[in-house]
């Protein structure tokens, strides 16, 4: 279940969300999908991803995180075992100005490709005055 936040307008109350899920065959997760947009002037404290189910591409799987167009600056591919369920988490402050961040998430493989793999993206973020 996707959880917005309960009222991102209030400065310097930290929330976690819950930005969505992603699995080995979401469509067009190969390329970067958008799972959520958060208001402007936002600081990312915390990125984390839940692999509740392990990808398991015969060579290697990278499930990244992030507001860029790699979608990696949150989480890169060395923060996240795809292939091992978990909890992969990174404390951040990445403060973002003036636009509404997309937050994106990409899942590659090589090898034989993944049949099973599923992770669900969580933020910790806080208002910062505008």
């Known amino acids: ?11 310097g109350i930290e ?21 959520i947009e958060l208001p402007q002037n936002i600081i990312i404290t915390k990125a984390v991803a839940v692999v509740n189910t392990a990808f398991n591409a015969a060579t290697t799987n990278v499930l990244t995180v992030g507001t860029n167009d790699s979608a990696d600056d949150l989480l890169g591919a060395d923060d996240v075992t795809e292939g091992t369920t978990g909890t992969y988490q990174k404390n951040l402050f990445k403060i973002i100005k003036g636009e509404k961040p997309k937050i994106k998430a990409k899942f590659t493989s ?3 490709a993944a049949t099973a793999g599923e992770a669900e993206i969580y933020l910790n973020v806080v208002r910062i005055p505008e």
């Open 1 to 11: 279940m996707l959880l917005n936040g309960y009222d991102l307008g209030k400065c």
């Open 15 to 35: 929330q976690v969300l819950c930005a969505g899920k992603v699995s080995f065959d979401t469509k067009d997760v190969s390329k970067g999908i958008v799972l």
């Open 110 to 112: 090589t090898g034989a």
